[in-house]
């Protein structure tokens, strides 16, 4: 299990770092707070994308 910063979901999904903590806040990207940080699942990430129809960015 591998976790992703607010940061790197942005980069991911390609928005802001701002609109990715809204679609957080609204529960649409599932995430967990530890230590004071927000922090995404990646393999949960995959599957949001997924029934959304987005593709991850292939590096």
Request: charged letters at 35%.
């Amino acid at each position: 299990m591998s976790f992703l910063t607010v940061k790197e979901v942005s980069e991911i999904i390609r928005s802001s770092e701002k609109y990715t903590y809204k679609l957080i806040k609204k529960g649409i990207i599932p995430a967990i707070k530890l230590e004071g940080k927000i922090l995404v699942d990646s393999e949960s990430l995959q599957e949001t994308l997924s029934k959304m129809n987005i593709e991850k960015e292939e590096d």
